[in-house]
């Protein structure tokens, strides 16, 4: 068996031959349906007559008709508005708390590490659909055990679920799940930095804080810059943390988010290529953000090493 | 060694000025730092202990009682959910356990021997193979499930175990793991000495390569088990017949009934404890053999 296969393939043919699996299900589950996708974009569906019989229903050519459909779709575009509010929230405090989480873990003589450190990374282990599920009951004025001390204080209750409280409560959600995973790693880079580095400036008198902004953080921003963009990917991909909370609440629509409305394009309404045309566009416009950013992070630092 | 299990031993300690006074600097603990901890700590084990409480009530305490309060309705909340549609929520953990045990076990062999591929050997192709499976990690899912869907569709596969296990056996990012992981633990010589001994190049991967890869791939094992057990949109889209949900979907189609009958809410939230139980646990036993250096590792490079 080795020698036969050995002899079929030797050490030259050896890479391709492992590289078999990954490629087919590439094939298959990254490129095919991407080309689809895109495919589906540019086409839509012709009824000839009253849409009856075999040949009533025809695929023909549309050109960027469905992009064009999408882009002026008012419920799409207040879903990317929407989503990029939240973005906006949602990146920088997960990955601010993030930081400061993981900068504390890793300073001097501070207590109850190991146990804080698995306590905050634990939310990483909880699916999302079931953390939007406890926040959603959390936030419930029935059950929400801050609605009953503010109750006792005689003070107003905010409801989390409608207007510009569901913007903080679905925020809320993706930082209480992400902030753990993120410090972990940043602070896995902060562990990596040689305790010879912070000598001389401890010598010279430093301040833990000066410590942390002036060698720590620029040390690890090669992560903070990889963090940043992975959360990018998948803020502006949110969807399941709206639609389990739409259950509890009517202020979020079967469109709140971009991902949504495709969702109902192609599911709801039946109408696959308009939700094709939508998913492309969700996809290009996160892409052109991410590696946006990346650019932008990239030129700045590069300035900085020029000074 | 695992940076979750790791502590930093200060060789500075008593020297910094102002230590003359009070008990020796290495008993103090650092206040702000040791706080702003717990106060995560605090938030971020919040919904979990609320979770184990809110298990704990009955239909009727759980909107009369404080929620900090514990009910009296564990056993009975336990027995509904047992019997809701003859025991459809343990099929759920099963095809949970199944969807995340199989697709993570499938997705680590790829990943080693494509990993391993690239770490190791030199060929024409090979960056332009490498940065086009890393293309991957970039595709945003929408894109890939709803086409997938339609395509799994013509081959009569959408609503089956394999529409949810197929799309998630390639993980760029399990890829990516192993080959950082092989190029740093397999050394070359080592295959060059399996060469010298006939071995074919199959054997000197399964029997050389593989064991000595291991504690990278359980990371990648580990993530990818993560990964499809929480995947929520993936099986949303592919499935109808609920005797297939993982626990995710399932717990969604019920807090949705909930909305009309608040009595299910008591299944929802038991059910919700008991999904996540297994995560828990299986998180605290291996915290220790999460190689966290590999992950940034991989960040850094």
């Not at chain 1, 882009?71 to 920088?92: C, K, M, N, Q």
């Not at chain 1, 996160?286 to 946006?292: A, D, K, N, R, Y």
């Not at chain 2, 019920?254 to 828990?280: D, F, K, R, S, W």
């Amino acid at each position: 068996m080795t020698s036969a296969r050995r002899r079929s393939y030797g050490v030259k043919g050896a890479p391709y031959a492992f590289l078999v699996p990954s490629t087919i299900l590439f094939a298959l589950f990254f490129a095919l349906p991407i080309g689809y996708a895109v495919w589906l974009s540019l086409h839509k569906v012709q009824v000839k007559g009253l849409g009856l019989g075999a040949d009533a229903r025809r695929e023909v050519w549309a050109g960027f008709e469905n992009y064009a459909g999408a882009l002026t779709d008012s419920e799409f575009v207040a879903g990317a508005l929407r989503v990029l509010g939240y973005g906006a929230i949602v990146v920088p405090v997960m990955l601010g708390l993030a930081l400061v989480l993981a900068l504390m873990l890793d300073s001097e003589k501070v207590r109850l590490a190991p146990f804080t450190r698995l306590a905050i990374f634990l939310p990483y282990a909880i699916p999302g659909v079931v953390a939007a599920l406890l926040w959603g009951f959390l936030y419930l004025p029935d059950v929400s055990p801050f609605s009953f001390v503010l109750q006792r204080l005689g003070l107003p209750q905010p409801d989390l679920l409608d207007g510009g409280g569901l913007y903080a409560a679905l925020s809320n959600i993706a930082v209480w799940g992400g902030t753990g995973f993120n410090m972990i790693v940043i602070y896995t880079s902060l562990r990596a930095i040689p305790a010879e580095v912070y000598e001389a400036a401890k010598l010279d008198g430093a301040t833990p804080l000066q410590i942390a902004l002036r060698i720590k953080i620029p040390m690890v921003a090669p992560s903070l810059v990889l963090t940043f963009f992975f959360s990018i990917i998948a803020t502006l991909q949110v969807f399941s943390e709206p639609t389990t909370l739409k259950p509890l609440t009517n202020s979020v629509s079967t469109t709140w988010s971009p991902l949504m409305k495709v969702y109902q394009d192609a599911f709801g309404k039946g109408d696959i290529h308009a939700a094709a045309a939508g998913a492309v566009i969700i996809a290009v416009a996160t892409l052109v953000l991410s590696f946006g950013f990346l650019r932008a992070a990239n030129s700045r630092s590069k300035q900085e090493e020029a000074r | 060694m695992s940076s979750l299990a790791v502590d930093k031993v200060d060789p500075a300690v008593g020297a910094a000025p102002g230590a003359a006074q009070g008990p020796p600097l290495r008993r103090r603990v650092a206040l702000v730092p040791t706080l702003t901890l717990l106060l995560g700590a605090v938030y971020c084990l919040l919904p979990v202990a609320w979770v184990v409480i809110a298990a704990t009530k009955s239909g009727s305490e759980l909107f009369s009682t404080f929620t900090f309060l514990p009910g009296t309705g564990f056993t009975e909340n336990l027995s509904d959910l047992n019997a809701y549609r003859e025991g459809i929520y343990w099929q759920w953990m099963g095809n949970s356990a199944l969807y995340a045990g199989l697709g993570a076990l499938l997705s680590t062999a790829v990943s080693a021997i494509s990993g391993y591929a690239l770490a190791i050997y030199r060929f024409r192709g090979r960056e332009t193979v490498f940065n086009v499976l890393m293309a991957g990690v970039l595709m945003p899912p929408v894109i890939l499930a709803i086409p997938q869907y339609l395509l799994l569709a013509k081959v009569d596969l959408a609503d089956t175990y394999w529409s949810v296990l197929l799309p998630l056996i390639l993980s760029p990012y399990g890829v990516y793991l192993s080959r950082i992981y092989a190029a740093a633990a397999v050394p070359g010589d080592v295959v060059e000495a399996g060469r010298m001994d006939g071995a074919g190049e199959w054997r000197i991967f399964t029997r050389v390569a593989l064991p000595m890869m291991v504690p990278g791939l359980v990371t990648v094992f580990l993530f990818q088990f993560v990964a499809v057990w929480n995947n929520f949109l993936l099986p949303y889209i592919m499935l109808s017949d609920d005797e297939k949900f993982p626990i995710t979907l399932g717990l969604f189609t019920l807090l949705e009934q909930g909305a009309n009958t608040p009595a299910l809410y008591t299944l929802v939230i038991t059910g919700a404890l008991l999904a996540v139980i297994p995560l828990i646990a299986l998180f605290l036993v291996i915290q220790r053999f999460w190689s966290l250096d590999l992950l940034s590792g991989a960040v850094k490079s």
